[in-house]
């Protein structure tokens, strides 16, 4: 592991400890929050490595450069025959990193829903504040997120 993941690491498990001890404290609910989203992020993680793929290419490289599935980061990575190779912490970080996005996009729903008192509310607004504030977001997500790929030097 690079000095770089290490780094990543300790920065996400640091600022996911500090979200888990917010939910935590915040809402009674909190923990099932906690572990819903962690299976959540396993499961977005394992996804990914099944949807984003980025195929060995050639362009600056002498020869092939591998290729690699999953996103934001490797999951697995790809070589020249269909050799494909799982990297552990690879998955694992990617996990961490779905795990504090889904945190983080969590708290905000709550405090917007806690903002505009959607629990005293009709159900259609309800379900309005769902699509707009829950759904919207990860449905346009692809469009404002990078898409992979290739590393080639200038």
């Known amino acids: 592991m690079s000095l770089g993941t290490i780094l990543l690491f300790i920065a996400l498990a640091v600022f996911i400890v500090l979200m888990v001890a917010w939910w935590l404290r915040r809402h ?5 929050w ?16 099944l949807l984003v793929e980025v195929v060995p290419y050639r362009a600056g490289c002498l020869g092939f450069c591998q290729g690699w599935r999953g996103y934001p ?27 504090a996005v889904l945190l983080v996009f969590g708290a905000l729903v709550l405090q917007l829903t806690r903002l505009f008192r ?37």
């Open 34 to 49: 906690v572990t819903t989203a962690l299976l959540l992020s396993f499961a977005l993680s394992y996804v990914s490595s």
């Open 73 to 99: 980061l490797a999951t697995h990575t790809l070589a020249l025959g269909g050799l494909t190779r799982f990297i552990p912490a690879g998955f694992v970080l990617d996990a961490g990193i779905y795990y």
């Open 28 to 32: 009674p609910r909190g923990l099932e």
């Open 118 to 154: 959607i629990s005293q509310r009709r159900k259609r607004w309800q379900l309005l504040f769902a699509l707009i504030f829950v759904v919207a977001p990860w449905a346009l997500s692809p469009t404002f997120t990078p898409t992979p790929q290739p590393d080639v030097p200038l």
